[in-house]
């Protein structure tokens, strides 16, 4: 089944987001445990709170969530559990919003793109090569070496265009 890391467009549309979530989740628990990492039930469920929409969350929201859940609502246990995921490529840090997504091709090499949509909140990873590759390029022409790169553009997604969100 496609996911949307080779179709971003799907986080734009109604599409079988429990299919896609589920994929995504089950690519992250195999990484994990084939790194000898462990996804604690915290980290597990801090996981899918990110997947449960296509939208970056702060470290805040997703506290309410595990407190919700029964996990605690001390700030370290969210910090802990996405510091995690970053650190194991399981989930990205959107910096222009303040929060975190869900990698949506986990253990695949790629230099994401990010996609929101200023009017819904939605958040569209997107393979970025040729953009990173271009970034690189003209760093490279001022002698600068770009170690990491966060490349994340606002607009307006297909749904708010037409006024259907």
Known sequence: MPTTARQPELAFTEHDHAGCAGAVLARA???AQARGARLTPVRRRTLEILLEAHRALGAYEVLDRLAAN???RQPPVAYRALGFLVEQGLAH????LGGFAACMHPGEAHAPV???CHACGTVAETPGDPVRAALDATAAEGGFAVERASI???GVCPGCRSGAA
């Open 114 to 116: 990010f996609l929101i």
């Open 152 to 154: 994340e553009a606002t």
């Open 70 to 72: 029964g996990f605690g």
């Open 29 to 31: 628990e195999a990484l």
């Open 93 to 96: 840090r959107v910096r222009r």
